[in-house]
Nanobody, 122 residues
Framework: QLRLVESGGDSVQAGGSLRLSCTVS????????IGWFRQAPGKEREGVAR????????YYTASVKGRFTLSQDTAKDILYLHMNNLQPEETAMYYC???????????????WGQGTQVTVSS
């Protein structure tokens, strides 16, 4: 059973930065994709960024390009999401997930963490 644990969520002012961590319980290269998703109250879960492990390719949704960056510590099986210039509308629970299909659609992802809360105040 694959487990994922998120951490790093916090409350920040608009324009602030945070680094989220997703710790995977086994070699992250045993899955095809590890993604970061977020869900605000009353809204659908949306994909933010993902790592395609076969190619080590990082993909970002358009709204975060240039502000969010993925990085990884392969030895520790941790995927980081570095978030800069955060805005109030990005307040949400942030989740990481692992699956076999490289997509930012959350539907195919089989394994999910419990989430970490990010709150951005204006």
């Amino acid at each position: 059973q694959l487990r994922l644990v998120e951490s790093g969520g916090d409350s920040v002012q608009a324009g602030g930065s945070l680094r989220l961590s997703c710790t995977v319980s086994r070699n992250m290269y045993t899955v095809n994709s590890i993604g970061w998703f977020r869900q605000a109250p009353g809204k659908e879960r949306e994909g933010v960024a993902r790592l395609d492990t076969p190619s080590d390719y990082y993909y970002y949704t358009a709204s975060v390009k240039g502000r969010f960056t993925l990085s990884q510590d392969t030895a520790k099986d941790i995927l980081y999401l570095h978030m800069n210039n955060l805005q109030p509308e990005e307040t949400a629970m942030y989740y990481c997930a692992a699956g076999s299909i490289a997509t930012l659609d959350p539907t195919p992802y089989s394994y999910w963490g419990q989430g970490t809360q990010v709150t951005v105040s204006s």
